[in-house]
């Protein structure tokens, strides 16, 4: 069985968050958005004036169970008939949790492009000490994401380059899950249309993003700005979704168990998880060296140390690699056999590059 899933609606382009209520309008009249402060405090006029009948709810920092159950609460409270996400992906993940459990439509607005969250049924959760907790999955994929490049590309450089390593990472993890014959998110196996996706992702995101982001950088416009936004939001989230996940990610989930690695965005993680599964694949040297000198060129973390673990002892080492190797993990996606050991050898490797 192959299984691919899609949002019901995607709209990308600079300005459309102004047209917001146009789009909203089809699933709801009375819509709840959560997002946080800051977030708020920069769009609230424009989504006011696009929404005039709304109720905002600020997201409390952390995507917890105590979070979702209050923003679940208060949505109720608020009778409220179609749920918007306006913000990064732990807000847009919030709006879905809330979508889960009061069965309204969900609408995502992303404000930064760090991850390939926006399309996708998962909701990734964490205890409120921020350790990764485990996925709750939608039934089916958002009704809509609405994504506005000029939002996107006045946010912090810093999120885009993160959404550019998650994006990488989907075609290599995808390659891992189709030769292992892994199942995807939706139970199934990947359709050629997601393998195909996954490496268009792959070749977009490799030939765009320093163009891209130098000009962002400059303030100057490019066809490739829109280019590589498209490949970190849509292709990304259909790649991963419709493929599966593999070592990139189980160990970038283990990241989050040390304290000094908390605090980074999600696709920083997956960078530094990407370079440890390219060197358990034993990639070919001239590979692994277009990979590293890409992240060198965006200024991406190549290892745990780039990450802000400068000295890592071997027990942090080992719970790191202990995690990703921990039943069920993702990691037993990839087409060979993965031992804690192998992990800590990748790790050490991986500061190695970054030196």
Same mark, same amino acid.
């Given at each position: 069985?192959?299984?691919?899933?899609?949002?019901?609606?995607?709209?990308?382009?600079?300005?459309?968050?102004?047209?917001?209520?146009?789009?909203?309008?089809?699933?709801?009249?009375?819509?709840?958005?959560?997002?946080?402060?800051?977030?708020?405090?920069?769009?609230?006029?424009?989504?006011?004036?696009?929404?005039?009948?709304?109720?905002?709810?600020?997201?409390?920092?952390?995507?917890?169970p105590e979070e979702?159950?209050?923003?679940?609460?208060?949505?109720?409270?608020?009778?409220?008939?179609?749920?918007?996400?306006?913000?990064?992906?732990?807000?847009?993940?919030?709006?879905?949790?809330?979508?889960?459990?009061?069965?309204?439509?969900?609408?995502?607005?992303?404000?930064?492009?760090? !991850?390939?969250?926006?399309?996708?049924?998962?909701?990734?959760?964490?205890?409120?000490?921020?350790?990764?907790?485990?996925?709750?999955?939608?039934?089916?994929?958002?009704?809509?994401?609405?994504?506005?490049?000029?939002?996107?590309?006045?946010?912090?450089?810093?999120?885009?380059?993160?959404?550019?390593?998650?994006?990488?990472?989907?075609?290599?993890?995808?390659?891992?899950?189709?030769?292992?014959?892994?199942?995807?998110?939706?139970?199934?196996?990947?359709?050629?249309?997601?393998?195909?996706?996954?490496?268009?992702?792959?070749e977009v995101v490799?030939?765009?993003?320093?163009?891209?982001?130098?000009?962002?950088?400059?303030?100057?416009?490019?066809d490739e700005i829109?280019?590589?936004?498209?490949?970190?939001?849509?292709?990304?989230?259909?790649?991963?979704?419709?493929?599966?996940?593999?070592?990139?990610?189980?160990?970038?989930?283990?990241?989050?168990?040390?304290?000094?690695?908390?605090?980074?965005?999600?696709?920083?993680?997956?960078?530094?998880?990407?370079?440890?599964?390219?060197?358990?694949?034993?990639?070919?040297?001239?590979?692994?060296?277009?990979?590293?000198?890409?992240?060198?060129?965006?200024?991406?973390?190549?290892?745990?140390?780039?990450?802000?673990?400068?000295?890592?002892?071997?027990?942090?080492? !080992?719970?790191?690699?202990?995690?990703?190797?921990?039943? !069920?993990?993702?990691?037993?996606?990839?087409?060979?056999?993965?031992?804690?050991?192998?992990?800590?050898?990748?790790?050490?490797?991986?500061?190695?590059?970054?030196?």
């Open positions: 069985m192959r299984v691919m899933g899609f949002p019901g609606l995607y709209v990308q382009g600079r300005g459309v968050i102004s047209q917001l209520g146009k789009w909203v309008s089809r699933f709801g009249t009375r819509p709840f958005v959560v997002s946080d402060s800051r977030v708020w405090s920069l769009y609230s006029e424009r989504i006011t004036k696009s929404l005039p009948s709304h109720t905002y709810s600020e997201f409390g920092g952390e995507l917890c979702i159950e209050l923003q679940r609460a208060r949505s109720l409270e608020a009778k409220c008939d179609v749920v918007i996400g306006l913000g990064g992906g732990k807000v847009q993940d919030t709006a879905k949790a809330v979508k889960l459990h009061t069965h309204v439509p969900v609408v995502i607005v992303p404000t930064v492009a760090s !991850n390939d969250a926006a399309t996708s049924r998962l909701i990734i959760t964490y205890t409120k000490e921020g350790e990764f907790l485990g996925p709750l999955f939608l039934p089916t994929n958002p009704e809509a994401v609405i994504v506005d490049t000029e939002v996107i590309r006045t946010a912090p450089i810093r999120f885009l380059k993160a959404g550019v390593a998650d994006a990488l990472a989907t075609y290599y993890e995808a390659e891992e899950c189709r030769k292992s014959g892994a199942l995807n998110f939706f139970g199934g196996r990947p359709t050629a249309t997601a393998l195909e996706l996954a490496r268009l992702c792959r490799l030939s765009t993003a320093p163009k891209a982001l130098e000009a962002i950088q400059q303030g100057l416009d490019c829109e280019q590589l936004i498209e490949a970190v939001v849509l292709l990304s989230g259909l790649g991963f979704e419709g493929c599966g996940v593999a070592a990139a990610h189980a160990v970038s989930q283990g990241f989050t168990l040390i304290p000094q690695l908390r605090g980074n965005l999600h696709g920083e993680e997956v960078a530094a998880g990407l370079i440890v599964q390219l060197l358990l694949e034993q990639r070919g040297k001239d590979e692994l060296q277009q990979i590293v000198s890409f992240y060198k060129t965006l200024g991406l973390p190549l290892s745990v140390k780039d990450l802000g673990l400068h000295n890592p002892t071997e027990e942090q080492l !080992n719970l790191i690699a202990s995690f990703a190797c921990r039943e !069920n993990s993702r990691l037993y996606n990839m087409s060979f056999p993965i031992h804690i050991q192998d992990v800590v050898r990748a790790l050490k490797a991986g500061m190695e590059l970054s030196s």
